[in-house]
């Protein structure tokens, strides 16, 4: 469940940070980004991304930091795909991603 | 406008390699001295900078060895990519030589190779 | 001069990456592979299939290795040396091996190996003849057929050049966080660079952390100077002084008991309670220089040399531990060669590592393919393709195309080689190779869209032939590994089928785009996903 977590946070960051760019967040919302949306994008992605490196770390140590590369990775091959080819399902996969973000959250927290 | 500006960068790659290429063969003589002074003198100025610093560094022995082993590749490619940013030629060898000189010199004062 | 320094670095970026492309995908594309080294070499002995994971692994450990030196002694008492091999969570055999007096002008010796059901203890009868996953690992830094030594200096020079590569890349590509997830589609030349874009950048610690750690997993071929300056016998000494586990000691004739292991295992738990021994090593057993030596797995931690001890196997006495006081320095180097190898990794790291790997294989591809088309691109209508172009395009399709294809035949030809052909190990490497050459002659004939389309034809045809074929010779099959959960072979097979996929929807893709008149030039999608392990 940990790893799940730091994956989604690593995901949810990654996206911040596509949505922050102006072009796909038009192509997703069909508005155009305002600068205060723009900056509250780019600042939950700084937070995530770093939650999820230091949660990586703290949990597996030189081990962690690996896999959080891994997860970066695998994170930006994910949104590069979702936001070139089906970026109408950017809203539903976002949905998707924070409630198992907040489903981990919640398993880490209990067991 | 967005895309333009991304395109401007990358177009501008081989244009350049194709330009220079038909040049002359003056050009590839320097271009291909400049690999041999990236390759070769590069490899002879990291190999003689490590073995320097393995003495000098203030670690046990076998530490030092590990340590400026681990980093030479860094070494080498500074060099290697200092190499090709510089404009003249003759500039590039003369330092690479004197410092691996003076290096050598060094070395072989504190070995007592001389 | 700053537009200069870029134009230089771009310059740069362009030359040593192509120089040395092919040989580069080569080496990644093997490399990536041998991550799943032992998974593949478990799918090449089919013989072993049958053998499931024992339950307690750790807990039956001590058993196990009484059992085997127990064996070891009735069957080759006086051999110079034994290995035990416990079973790791990667693989489930449990084996045993000894090695065979040395014939004259033998390197190395010969090991005779049993292997043994864990749970039962029975031997199973010995696999058929075969390198698996080994062979991929060993091509990506011998290449095969050449010196080694020269194939090693090669593929470090080719090494070296791809960290530049990377490096300047980084510093040209100036926009490289900005359109991070862009790729645009069907735009020829521009696609191509969106795709090597992509690939360099989603795994970019990885491809810096690879190259750089592989180099140095050969450094001291490269540069054994500081250790020959500071060390007057060379690196030798600096080697025995790193590891006194493995230093070399003269053999006696001397004969000594060999103390029981129970002894020497004794020490071993109490050092450290919860030890995973992975293998158990015996040098000269029954002589009075006889020495034992105890491996650890590492777990999780990034070390390649994990804890390890070497007792005195005539008295029992502990002589040297590794691990325990390490200096900072040590554990950089070796974190280095963990940190490459991934022997580390539990399986969700290194199917991460695999998507890196493949992304590395992507950026290679991409960027030979990029090269190229621009060069085509740039060619007025009635001008003749150069020789350099020719070359590069034909190369382009014999590695890109000719890897995957040999791979798949290499997988092919451990199924079908009759078991009892001499060299047969040989034999299937052969075949690896041969597969490759067909697919040379191929792109030598012509390099036209056409024999890419008819290249990823005859690809996705033997990547499905694999899990054909595996299910015509073996027990088992692509659905029954899914019903008993063998998630290894399931896995293995399963790549293949979406290789093959991949190569399909390339040759589809290479169909409609030939059949458009248009300006677009449009050669191969960027899924140069190859097959996995």
Redesign the interface.
Known sequence: MMELLQFSLCFMAFNCFALAKFNHFREVFKKKLTDKQRHSFLATGWITILLSLVLSVLSEGGYGALLFCGYMALSVLMLMILYSFTVSWVKHISILNLSILLLSCFSVMIF | MHSQSIDAVPSQRPKNVFKKRSVSISYRISVFFRFVAAIFGGYVFTSVLISLLAILLPLNQLDSVLLTTTLSVFFYSCVFIWVFAVKSLKRVWITILLTTGVQFVILSLIKGWL | MKE??F?????????VGLLVCWLLFLIFFAGTISFFKDEITYWFEPETHTVTHQDNRLAKQRQQINYAVEQLQNKAADSSSWRIYLPEPRNPLYTYSYAEPKQSGQRRAKFTETYLDPTTNEQIAPPRETKGGYFFYRLHFDLHYIDVRTARWLVC?AS?FM??AL??GVV????IF????????NKGS?SW?DAHN?SS???L??HI?IT?TG??TL??M??P???????EKGLQQ?FN??SPIRARVESSDVPAPLVSMNTILDQVYTKSPDADIGFFFIRDANKESSRVSVYLNTG???VDNGAAFLFSGSTGELLAEQGKDW????R??D??TA?HAGR??SP??RW??F??GI?GCAMIATGCIM?AK??RE?LKPQQQAGVGLKLVETLNLATLMGLPFATASFFIANRLLPLEMVARADKEILVFFLAWLAMTVLAIISSSKRQWQLAAWLNALVCFAVPLVNAMTTEGNWISYLLTQKWTLFCVDFGFIIAGSLFILQGKKLRTASKKVSTRRFQKPKDLKEQQG
């Open positions: 200069n320094f134009r230089s670095m771009t310059w740069l970026h362009t030359w020079l070296l960290l530049i490096i300047t040209i590509h100036k926009r900005k359109d991070m997830f862009s790729f645009r589609k521009r660079l992509v950048v989603l795994a610690p990885f952390m750089y180099l140095i450094i001291f490269v540069f100077y500081p250790a020959q300056t500071v060390y600096m002084e790193a999780k931690e990034v200096s900072a320095s040590a950089f180097y974190s280095m940190l580390l990794a969700l790291l991460l590592y998507l890196c992304a090269w621009r060069l740039r």
